[in-house]
């Protein structure tokens, strides 16, 4: 974070002093009450805990701005206290004005899926080039952690890239509202986080809030022609750049003749009447769409297209994110961990499909927290096990009781009793894949990753994968 003097945050902010004094320099802003802190910080207090300042009387310089100072005690001589009106209007003000503090590129990526491989294409191509990059960690990108990443900022910082997810209506154009993305990718919409909005629909439509507050003169919005629900919910008549990804002709960066190989995918793209040799690490169709949109970011801010290609080239692939890995007696083990939706796990048993090359295919399957337990929820398993039926899977193992409906859609597809297991722990699974593990077994791993931290998860894990090896040495 740039350091800034608290005398001008508090009057940005319409705050008062009314404990302490003294015009510190500000080098961390947080935004809830924690027992430890660092020196220098300014606590925004959101969390509206009670806050003991016996806790930070070792620390120098600390701050709190709050709308309720009756919550904050035993203060001492040394830490200020800054009462507002109104916590969270201070805060997105300070937020704000701490981000058109510095005239950099700011790209924000959202998408069903995808967000997360994207940006870290983004990131890969644009460190390679010397850019200094702030940007999401993983896949952690609920909107206030995002917020601090953005207070990571500083004048040392040439591009910032944001995942900025749906989790309810409203999510989206807030986010937007603090970054201020000048590039914004839209990836994909399909069926997500249910239990945040009431309807697919209603998905769909907190997904068009990417527009929201985007220069219609300046902005560059890039979205997926190939997405026929984007088309649905984007109006993009008042727009003067909107850049197409896809295999369409249309398409501003267009893919043709996409193919496996050896641990990835090679594909020809053209843009503006030139065409490029490209070649991404790690399986599947989706991973090209997912560097044709990074691809497209990156030139927004003067990359070269045959630089960004050949970066890309190099790009190691998210962990959990349809990892193929070699696991015990020469199984192989697709470790697609991180996290599921319907459009996720879809793609992962038609890649499955796509590189079994006449092996055994062993699918777990499990439940989509974000999906919720509504009637659309439902309705998505059920397709997933239409899906599980059409890949012709050997053995379906359904892990948890809220996917019970991916195997009971198999079954009513045609699915054999024998060929169709429902599963709770990871010790049941492991009994029923040890017949199964040798070179000639391809294990799908599409549980999401807070049921692989249980522990019979963990164990399950470790022996099918008791070398932890980062695979991508294997071909199709």
Request: negative net charge; glycine residues 8%.
């Amino acid at each position: 974070m740039k350091s800034l003097p608290l005398r001008d945050i508090v009057q940005l902010i319409g705050g008062r002093v009314i404990h302490g004094s003294g015009n510190p320099m500000i080098r961390n802003v947080i935004d809830w009450s924690k027992k430890e802190i660092d020196d220098h910080t300014l606590v925004f207090h959101l969390d509206r805990e009670p806050i003991h300042g016996k806790y930070w009387r070792v620390y120098q310089s600390v701050a709190i701005v709050t709308d309720q100072p009756e919550l904050c005690t035993d203060l001492g001589d040394s830490i200020i206290l800054i009462q507002v009106d109104q916590i969270e209007q201070a805060y997105e003000q300070f937020v704000q004005y701490y981000r058109n503090l510095f005239p950099i590129p700011v790209i924000g990526i959202t998408g069903t899926c995808g967000k997360t491989t994207t940006k870290e294409m983004i990131r890969h191509i644009l460190e390679e080039e010397d850019y200094t990059v702030t940007a999401t960690w993983r896949s952690i990108n609920d909107i206030w952690d995002n917020v601090e990443y953005m207070l990571e900022i500083d004048q040392h910082t040439d591009v910032a890239v944001f995942e900025i997810p749906v989790v309810h209506p409203g999510y989206l154009s807030t986010a937007c509202r603090y970054f201020q993305p000048q590039i914004r990718l839209l990836l994909n919409i399909d069926v997500h986080h249910l239990a945040g909005c009431e309807t697919p629909e209603e998905y769909m439509m907190a997904k068009a809030e990417i527009m929201e507050g985007l220069d219609p003169e300046n902005g560059v919005l890039i979205l997926n022609d190939d997405d026929e629900n984007i088309k649905k919910v984007i109006d993009v008549s008042g727009l003067k750049r909107v850049v197409y990804f896809g295999k369409t002709e249309r398409s501003d960066f267009r893919a043709k003749n996409i193919s496996y190989a050896d641990s990835g995918m090679t594909f020809e793209l053209e843009h503006q009447g030139q065409s490029y040799q490209g070649y991404v690490p790690g399986y599947g169709e989706h991973n090209v769409y997912n560097a044709l949109a990074a691809v497209a970011a990156v030139s927004c801010i003067g990359v070269k297209i045959e630089t960004a290609l050949h970066r890309l080239a190099g790009f190691v692939q998210v962990e959990e994110h349809l990892e193929v890995k070699t696991g015990v007696n020469g199984c192989t083990v697709l470790d697609d961990t991180w996290n599921s939706s319907p459009l996720s796990m879809a793609t992962a048993l038609q890649v499955m499909k796509d590189i079994s090359q006449g092996r055994k295919t062993i699918a777990l399957l499990g439940f989509m927290p974000q999906l919720g337990e509504s009637e659309y929820a439902q309705e998505q398993y059920a397709k997933m096990g239409e899906k599980a039926a059409e890949t012709n899977l050997d053995l379906l193992i359904v892990v948890g009781e809220e996917a019970e409906q991916i195997g009971l859609s198999a079954l009513r597809q045609g699915m054999s009793e024998d060929r169709v297991y429902f599963c709770e722990t990871g010790s049941q699974i492991f009994k029923i894949l040890e017949p199964h593990l040798d070179e000639n077994a391809m294990i799908l791993l599409k549980v999401t990753y807070r049921v692989m931290m249980r522990e019979s998860f963990i164990s399950l894990k470790s022996k099918l994968l008791p070398d932890q090896r980062r695979a991508g040495t294997d071909g199709p």
